[in-house]
C-alpha cells in the first residue's frame, strides 16, 4: 500500500456531505415542513462531527510530536473551522428564508419582540406556570470556573446591568429536556393561522422575571450559547462482565470531557463572551464558531406537522410475507430480499415473534447494535426465553451516543434470561445477523438473516437498507459460525460464502479489485459498482486508482465521506462518483464485480472504512440468487440515473447538481425504486 496514496482530507468531505443537507433547506421544490428538519439533521450532524471528528483532530494537534505532523492536524483544523463558518453562515441564510417561508404558508414562528398583547399576556402566563420552576440560573462573574455543561443543551449568557450601573453576569440552561422547544400561542384574531414560539423567546420574554426578587435589574439581556464535548469512550482493551460499569464511567468522562466547541450568538457583548471562554478553560485548538440568536437546531427535526400538505407524503411499505403465511415455510419456499424502507420491517419482527412460539425451534441468536426505543425484536427474544428457548444476544455498548440505551436493554435482556454477550476484546459488534436453529426431520435447519442496517423499527422507516432472508444451509452455517466467533475469538472462522472483518473483507475486497484490473489489462470487460456510506481506507482508495488506471469502469454512489480525488487525470478520471441526499438516509452498501461476465453481487455492514475492515466485527454476503442481482443492480441503476437528488462529486466536492445527465426524463430514484419493487415478488 502507497503511503502517498493523494487523499482528500475525509474531515472536509463530511463538511462537503453536510453541505448537501443543506442544499435540500435551500430547495424550496422541499416540502415546507421538511426543509425545517433538513435544518435540525444539518445541526444534529454537525454537533456529532465536532465531538468525534473534530476531537480527534484536535487530539492529534495536541499530542502529536513532530513539527511537520503537528503543523499539517494544525492547518487541518483551521481548514475545518473556515469551511464550518462558510456553512454556518449559509445555514443562516436558509433559516431566516425558511421562516419567511413558513409564514407565506401560514406557519409563524415569531419572537418575543413581535408579541400581540393576547400573545404576551398568553406567553407570561406560560412562563409562570411551566417555565419558571425549572428553571435553575447561576452567577459566572464570581467562581473560577464554569459548572458542569450539559453538551446536550443550550444555555443563556445573561447580562444584567444593575440599577446602580454595575454589571451581573450570569447563565442558565434552556429546559428543552422537560418542555417543548416549539410552544403553540394564540394566533390574531383576524388569522387562520399557525403561530409558535421558542422556549428560548418564551424565557427572554420574561428575563427580568428570574431574578426579580434578587437583584434591582434596569436591563436584561440573553444570549445563546452551547458547547460540544470529546465524546471518545476510553474502555481498554477487555470485554468482561463488568464493561457495564465501565462503559457507564466512561459515558460519565464523557459528561466532563473537554469542551472543544463554541457555539455562541454573534451579538454577545465582549465582555460576556470572553468571560465564557476563560470559565470553560477552551484552548488555541478548540473551535469558537459565532451564530445566530438560536442554536441547537436539531430539534427542528420534531418541528410540528400540522399539515401533510407540508410534508412528504408517506408511502406504504409493500408487503412482504403473507398474513396467513407460516414464516418457515415462506422462507424455505426461496430466499427473500427485502429493501427498507420500501418493503414492510414487520417481516423481521414476525420472524423473531413466530420464532419465540414455535415449538421446533429451540435456539435464536442475533446481533443487537441500535434498537428501537420499545423494541418488538427485544420483547420477542425474552419471549423466546420464555418459551424455553436458548437466546444468544451481542449487545454492542460501544455503539456511538447510544451506548446508555444498550446499557439498559442488556440489564432488560439480562434478566430475562438471554445470554448477553458484551463484544470482542479490541473489536466493535456491526454486523447484523439473525441465526435460527429449527429441528426439522430429525436435524438441524438454519433459519438467517443478513442485513446491511439495524434491527430498529424506527429507523427502517427511514433508512434505506437491505435484508437478506434464507433457509440456506450454507448461508445458515456462515451466520452461525460468525456468533461462535464472537464467543470464542482465539478460533480462526471458516466460511462457506460470506467474508467478515476483521479476517477475510479487506483480502476479498482487493482481491476483487484486482480481477477486474487483470481482465482490463487483458482487454476484457471489467467493470465496479460500489454503493457505501464512506469511501476512506487508503489501501482501497489505492486499488481503486490502480483499477482507472488500468481502464476499469468505476462507479460510486456514497452518501459521506469520500477521501478518493474524484476526477484527476491519470489519477480518477475513468471514475465516477455521486451521492444522493434525499428523503429517505441511503444506509446500505453495496459491492459488484462484474467477474468476467458471472456478476458477483456482495451486500454488506461495513463501509470502507479501515476501522470496518479492521477493528470491527463485520459481515460481508453474497446474494447467491440471479433474481436478488438483478433485483439490486437495478435498483442501483436507477439511484445512477437519478437526475433531481443526486450531486456528482468532483475533484473540490462542490456537489453539483446532475442536470438531466443524458436523459429525457426526470428520474428521482428513491420514487422510482418504489415503484420498481411494486412491480416485483419480493
Not at 445573561?158 to 450570569?170: K, N, Q, T, V, W
Not at 418493503?343 to 419482527?349: C, G, N, Q, S, W
Request: charged content about 25%.
Amino acid at each position: 500500500m502507497a503511503n502517498d496514496t493523494p487523499l482528500y482530507p475525509k474531515e472536509l468531505s463530511w463538511l462537503s456531505f453536510n453541505a448537501r443537507v443543506l442544499q435540500e433547506v435551500e430547495d424550496e421544490s422541499v416540502p415546507m415542513i421538511e426543509r425545517v428538519r433538513f435544518l435540525g439533521i444539518f445541526s444534529n450532524n454537525l454537533d456529532e462531527f465536532y465531538r468525534v471528528r473534530v476531537a480527534d483532530v484536535r487530539r492529534l494537534a495536541t499530542f502529536t510530536k513532530g513539527s511537520k505532523k503537528k503543523e499539517s492536524f494544525s492547518e487541518l483544523l483551521i481548514n475545518i473551522n473556515e469551511m464550518a463558518a462558510r456553512l454556518h453562515a449559509r445555514f443562516g441564510n436558509a433559516y431566516n428564508k425558511v421562516l419567511k417561508d413558513l409564514g407565506k404558508n401560514h406557519i409563524h414562528l415569531i419572537s418575543e419582540r413581535q408579541l400581540t398583547p393576547k400573545q404576551s399576556a398568553y406567553v407570561e402566563e406560560y412562563f409562570h406556570r411551566e417555565v419558571l420552576p425549572e428553571l435553575e440560573p447561576f452567577f459566572i462573574d464570581d467562581r473560577d470556573t464554569m459548572p458542569l455543561l450539559n453538551e446536550a443543551s443550550i444555555y443563556f449568557g445573561i447580562y444584567l446591568e444593575l440599577e446602580d450601573g454595575s454589571l451581573r453576569f450570569a447563565a442558565l440552561e434552556i429546559p428543552t429536556d422537560i418542555l417543548p422547544r416549539f410552544i403553540a400561542i394564540p394566533h390574531r384574531e383576524d388569522k387562520q393561522e399557525k403561530v409558535y414560539i421558542v422556549l428560548d423567546n418564551v424565557i427572554r420574554a420574561c428575563l427580568v422575571e428570574v431574578f426579580r426578587y434578587v437583584l434591582p435589574i434596569e436591563r436584561a439581556a440573553a444570549f445563546t450559547f452551547k458547547i460540544s464535548r470529546d465524546a471518545d469512550l476510553e474502555l481498554g482493551e477487555h470485554v468482561t462482565q463488568n464493561i457495564l460499569d465501565r462503559v457507564a464511567k466512561s459515558l460519565k468522562k464523557r459528561k466532563q470531557a473537554e469542551p472543544v466547541r463554541l457555539v455562541y450568538d454573534s451579538t454577545m457583548p465582549e465582555v460576556l463572551l470572553q468571560l465564557i471562554k476563560k470559565k470553560l478553560k477552551m484552548g488555541r485548538y478548540d473551535s469558537y464558531t459565532p451564530g445566530g440568536r438560536y442554536h441547537n437546531s436539531k430539534d427542528f427535526m420534531s418541528f410540528p406537522a400540522d399539515s401533510k400538505q407540508h410534508t412528504y407524503r408517506a408511502i406504504k411499505p409493500l408487503p412482504t410475507l403473507p398474513d396467513s403465511a407460516n414464516i418457515f415455510d415462506w422462507l424455505n419456499e426461496r430466499d427473500r430480499l427485502c429493501y427498507y424502507p420500501y418493503h414492510d420491517f414487520r417481516v423481521i419482527t414476525k420472524l423473531l415473534a413466530s420464532a419465540a412460539i414455535d415449538p421446533k425451534v429451540r435456539e435464536i441468536r442475533i446481533n443487537l447494535y441500535r434498537v428501537a426505543k420499545n423494541s418488538r425484536v427485544v420483547a420477542a427474544l425474552i419471549n423466546a426465553v420464555r418459551n424455553q428457548k436458548q437466546v444468544t444476544a451481542v449487545v454492542e455498548l460501544q455503539a456511538r451516543f447510544d451506548e446508555q440505551a444498550n446499557i439498559h436493554w442488556s440489564n432488560e435482556l439480562s434478566d430475562a434470561g438471554v445470554e448477553v454477550i458484551y463484544g470482542v476484546p479490541g473489536l466493535k459488534v456491526h454486523c447484523k445477523l439473525i441465526s435460527i436453529v429449527r429441528e426439522e426431520d430429525g436435524s438441524d435447519r438454519y433459519y438467517s438473516h443478513f442485513g446491511t442496517g439495524n434491527f430498529n423499527e424506527s429507523t427502517a422507516r427511514f433508512y434505506c437498507d437491505f435484508s437478506l432472508l434464507t433457509s440456506d444451509t450454507q448461508m445458515g452455517q456462515d451466520a452461525y459460525r460468525v456468533f461462535d466467533f464472537i464467543k470464542q475469538p482465539h478460533l480462526q472462522p471458516d466460511y462457506h460464502y460470506i467474508w467478515s472483518s476483521p479476517h477475510s473483507n479487506r483480502p476479498n475486497i482487493l482481491a476483487a479489485i484486482d480481477r477486474e484490473i487483470a481482465a482490463a489489462e487483458a482487454g476484457m470487460p471489467a467493470e465496479i459498482f460500489i454503493k457505501c456510506n464512506n469511501l476512506v481506507d487508503r489501501e482501497v482508495v489505492d486499488y481503486l486508482y490502480r483499477a482507472n488506471l488500468a481502464g476499469v469502469r468505476v462507479r460510486i454512489i456514497v452518501r459521506s465521506m469520500c477521501a478518493l480525488q474524484c476526477e484527476q487525470k491519470g489519477l480518477s478520471e475513468n471514475i465516477q462518483v455521486i451521492s444522493l441526499v434525499d428523503k429517505y438516509l441511503e444506509h446500505a452498501r453495496v459491492y459488484a464485480f462484474h467477474n468476467g461476465g458471472d456478476l458477483q453481487v456482495y451486500l454488506s455492514s461495513a463501509d470502507l472504512m479501515t476501522r470496518n475492515l479492521d477493528h470491527r466485527v463485520e459481515v460481508t454476503f453474497p446474494l447467491l440468487a440471479a433474481e436478488h442481482r438483478e433485483t439490486v443492480m437495478n435498483i442501483l441503476e436507477l439511484q445512477w440515473q437519478d437526475n433531481q437528488k443526486a450531486r456528482v462529486l468532483d475533484a473540490e466536492q462542490t456537489n453539483s447538481r446532475i442536470a438531466n445527465r443524458d436523459s429525457k426524463r426526470n428520474v428521482r430514484s428513491q420514487d422510482a425504486i418504489y415503484r420498481y419493487l411494486k412491480n416485483r415478488a419480493v
